[in-house]
């Protein structure tokens, strides 16, 4: 069911249920975070490995508090700048968080959502959400709740009707190392914003062969086409049988309609908002083959360019020797 009832959604969730959730960034797939078999509930829906950590998601810093042991002054000056919003921090937590959420590890992603409806289900609860992206392993993050009925309509009783993401893309996700902050996600808050509260940060979304954040595993974010990122590529093909995911320009020799265009104005906000939803349209294009056109590397440009280049990766196989 799509609704934006509420008291269904906090019965359903009380009962150790599985819902989607809309935030500003993805749909969330949600369940209590302190509930471990409501939460193993998420890694079968989603066919998601156990090694695979969650994020949980709260309404408040002071209640965030009740289960990370700090806030580094650093964490604690993203937060208060950014939250509610596209940010998730990896902190140090606190026992009540049970091991699968965690997959183990000894800190907790954590993030306030900036959705109305999802703030006030937070604040309506006696529990953390544990919410992964609310898609099958490895496939696109939905942004709206008719992406998240397509793929998991049949197994989840309840979709909470946010209508479309207004971010679009997924959060970016900071950790620390003592006093350094590490990006280990791109995502909907840019570098450039981090860096101006504080200061250096490096990223490193390659971390190890254990990733700590396997939103970078390289293949992820893969509609069924292929898409690649060099123009070269497609040339070898038939016209008819190429399409194009583009910023704002159409590309010459390529049929108008299968190109789609992710912001004609050139707006990375909106680019972002939509890129996912077209990334799902390639599906329906009669073609064989998607060029995408790269972003230029600034602001929102770069996790859209990850997003692409994770999405192409699948091709990259099957046309490289
Ligand atoms: O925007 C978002 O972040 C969305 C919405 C629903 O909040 N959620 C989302 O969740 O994208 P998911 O599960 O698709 O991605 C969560 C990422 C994973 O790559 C996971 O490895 C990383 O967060 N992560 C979770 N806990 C971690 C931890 N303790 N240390 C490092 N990375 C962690
Ligand atoms: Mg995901």
Redesign the pocket.
Do not use: F, K, M, N
């Given at each position: 069911m799509i609704s934006d009832n509420l008291s269904n959604a906090i019965k359903l969730l009380n009962e150790g249920n599985l819902i989607a959730i809309p935030?500003e960034?993805?749909?969330?797939l949600a369940a209590n975070a302190f509930d471990p078999v409501a939460v193993s509930k998420i890694f079968e829906v989603k066919n998601r490995p156990k090694f695979?950590?969650?994020?949980v998601?709260s309404y408040s810093i002071e209640k965030i508090k009740e289960f990370v042991i700090s806030f580094p002054e650093k964490s604690l000056l993203l937060a208060e700048t950014f939250w509610p919003g596209?940010l998730?921090l990896?902190l140090k937590k606190k026992n009540i968080i049970p091991d699968i959420v965690?997959s183990g590890?000894d800190?907790?992603?954590v993030?306030i959502?900036n959705h109305p409806l999802t703030l006030k289900l937070l604040s309506m609860l006696d529990f953390p959400l544990a919410?992964?992206?609310?898609n099958p392993f490895g496939y696109v993050?939905p942004t709206e709740p008719k992406h998240v009925q397509a793929q998991l309509g049949d197994k989840i009783p309840f979709i909470l009707n946010g209508g479309k993401c207004k971010v679009g893309i997924?959060?970016t996700?900071v950790?620390f190392e003592g006093e350094k902050a590490i990006i280990?996600?791109l995502?909907?808050l840019s570098v450039e914003d981090i860096k101006e509260v504080i200061g250096k940060v490096k990223i490193n979304l390659h971390s190890s062969s254990n990733?700590?954040?396997?939103?970078?595993l390289d293949k992820h974010y893969s509609p069924n086409k292929t898409i690649v990122l060099d123009l070269e590529v497609i040339k070898s093909f038939e016209k008819s049988d190429v399409g194009a995911i583009v910023f704002s320009d159409l590309i010459e020799n390529i049929p108008i309609e299968n190109q789609l265009v992710l912001s004609k104005n050139r707006d990375y906000s909106e680019a972002a908002r939509n890129l996912f939803s077209i990334l799902r349209e390639t599906e329906n294009l009669a073609v064989k083959i998607i060029y995408a056109e790269l972003l230029p590397e600034e602001g929102l440009g770069r996790p859209i360019n990850d997003r692409l280049r994770r999405a192409s990766v699948k091709s990259k196989l099957s046309h490289d020797k």
């Open positions: 935030t960034t993805v749909y969330g695979d950590p969650l994020i998601h596209p998730t990896i965690t590890l800190s907790v992603a993030r959502p919410a992964p992206s609310a993050s997924e959060s996700i950790g280990y996600r995502g909907g990733p700590l954040a396997p939103g970078q």
